[in-house]
């Protein structure tokens, strides 16, 4: 049994990456290929309890520190009950949001240093990462104002402009250190747009992938 694969959704607040994960999981379906939609923090009721003391502001806010191991916590229930056994059962799994948020959030945006973030990602994942990730590029202040308008700003939301600025930079960091993981799609020029554009690169990377296996 072919493993499955792990493609996630990266971007900052506002920027359009959420209403592309139905249409990823109809295309792939549409392949044979067997998909599940999950979500970080979260994807478990563990880790959807754990979610809401790092997005909401009740009952007390986590100080940086603790905000990372929060996000581990809920990470690694969400790797070991739903991630792992999916891929392991051939299922690809795609995720809005991973670990590169947590470099983006709490790494650049909080000030958190890379190596602790690398030392809690390598404990909780082990050797297992990310096939494929698209990045949602989009300018940060009209995401921000965009994700702010939606309602209710969660915790991250809540943050300035140029605080996100730092997060878009901790994104851009991560996607020079690893250009060949990363795609990188316009964020907010419409949805069908936007989908038209991913979806050509994922119809080449499904190519690659079924030469190369
Ligand atoms: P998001 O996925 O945008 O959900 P919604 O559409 O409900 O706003 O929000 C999740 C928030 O969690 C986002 O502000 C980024 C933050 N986050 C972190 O700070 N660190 C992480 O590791 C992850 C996965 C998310």
Known sequence: MKPGRLITLEGG???????????IRDFLSA???????????????????????????????????AELLLVFAARRQHWVRVIEPALDSGT??????????????????RGLPRDQIA???????GS???DLTFFFEAPVALAHQ?????????RMEQESTAWHERVHQGYRARIEAEPERFIVVQGLGGVTRTWNE????????????SKAR
Do not use: M
């Not at 599940?36 to 520190?65: F, K, N």
């Not at 030392?119 to 994942?125: D, I, S």
């Open 92 to 109: 690809w799994v795609l995720c809005d949001r991973f670990v590169d948020s947590t470099y983006a959030y709490q790494g650049a945006g």
């Open 119 to 125: 030392t809690l990602e390598n404990w909780v994942l």
């Open 13 to 23: 607040d506002g920027a359009g990456k959420s209403s592309q994960a139905g249409p």
């Open 31 to 65: 392949r044979g290929i067997p998909v599940v939609i999950t979500r970080e923090p979260g994807g478990t009721p563990l880790a959807e309890a754990i979610r809401s003391w790092i997005l909401d502001d009740v009952p007390e806010s986590p100080e940086p520190l």
């Open 146 to 154: 965009r994700a702010e308008s939606r309602g209710h700003a969660n």
């Open 198 to 209: 991913l979806a050509r690169h994922l119809e080449r990377r499904l190519k690659e992938w």
């Open 128 to 130: 297992r990462r990310p």
